[in-house]
């Protein structure tokens, strides 16, 4: 089974057993003359507030998503598992915005706040060592090098990225097979490469899968060797649709987070504690 395949098996679980609320409003970020290399981010609301985060700077995704809510109206939350067996990348992103929301929906039932739970996080990178990074994360670069760590960034757009001592680019997942150490970018989900990267890096030690657009159940992720990931969790709505309404920075009103298996239940332990007859549901 492929990763795609797990999203939608759990994906339809998650609508026959929690019963997500439909989508409110979909944001897609306005183009603006800025450095073309910004990632940038649209957001799924559904009637209880709950948010999913997805990438948008994927090719033509953005304008593709506009063209599709003026025609097509706002998407019906049941209609994501479809969407991700034969959607175009656009759709693909707009489901796994959709997925992101429905485990939004389910964690705040079950009372589980990603952020509350005690960090459990992967193996620390030593000095010497060469980080395979999937995806130009420009800060982490910062910070991997101040350890004395080199990098061998996997980037489809590899002109991002800042050649510089201790940094080199490649366009093959082979490149990374011998890093120990792997941080992924989330928008593997939406292009659907995330099983051949990790089937290039069968030894390593830890395989994060970060980004914003990691903010969902991780079940099929840690099912398939990665070891973490890192999302992002809202605790008021209203703050966050204020920041996109003024086209401000919204990173502020988010809590980043990481799961692992050592400190994330797991879907059968959410969806029981939402099923509880002694558990009040919301209204």
């Known amino acids: 089974m492929t990763i795609n395949d797990g999203y939608i098996k759990l994906g339809t679980r998650l609508l026959d057993s929690a ?28 009637e209880d507030g709950s ?11 953005r304008a593709e998503l506009e063209r599709r809510l003026v025609i097509d109206g706002l998407p019906n939350t049941w209609g994501f598992p479809h969407w991700l067996e034969r959607g175009s990348l656009a759709q693909r992103a707009v489901a796994i915005g959709l997925f992101n929301a429905c485990s939004d929906h389910v964690m705040r039932r079950a009372g589980f706040v990603p ?6 996080g992967n193996r620390d990178p030593q000095p010497g060592e060469t980080i395979g990074m999937v995806g130009y994360f ?7 090098k101040s350890r004395g760590c080199d990098l061998i960034v996997l980037e489809h757009q590899p002109e991002r990225v800042a050649i510089e001592p201790g940094v080199r680019v490649a366009t093959d997942p082979q490149a990374l097979a011998n890093c ?10 939406i292009n659907d490469s ?52 003024q086209q401000a920075s919204w990173g502020k009103v988010g809590q980043k987070y990481q799961l692992t298996s050592a400190n994330y239940p797991g879907i059968d332990a959410l ?12 209204h």
Request: hydrophobic letters at 40%; one cysteine or more; aromatic letters at 8%.
């Open 51 to 61: 948010i999913g985060p997805f990438y948008v700077s994927l090719d033509d995704t």
């Open 194 to 245: 995330l099983d051949s990267i990790l089937a290039a890096t069968p030894t390593a030690e830890s395989f994060s899968l970060i980004g914003p657009t990691a903010s969902g159940l991780p079940d099929v992720l840690f099912a398939h060797g990665v070891t973490a990931t890192g999302g992002v969790w809202f605790d008021d709505t209203t703050a966050v649709q204020e920041k996109l309404d």
């Open 138 to 144: 420009r800060p982490l670069v910062k910070k991997l």
């Open 115 to 120: 952020t509350h739970v005690p960090a459990a």
């Open 180 to 189: 120990r150490s792997i941080i992924c970018t989330a928008a593997t989900l």
């Open 19 to 46: 019963s997500p609320p439909q989508v409110t409003s979909i944001y897609i970020p306005p183009k603006t003359p800025v450095d073309e290399s910004t990632d940038e981010f649209g957001f799924v609301f559904l």
């Open 271 to 282: 969806l029981a504690r939402i099923n509880r007859p002694d558990r009040l549901q919301p």
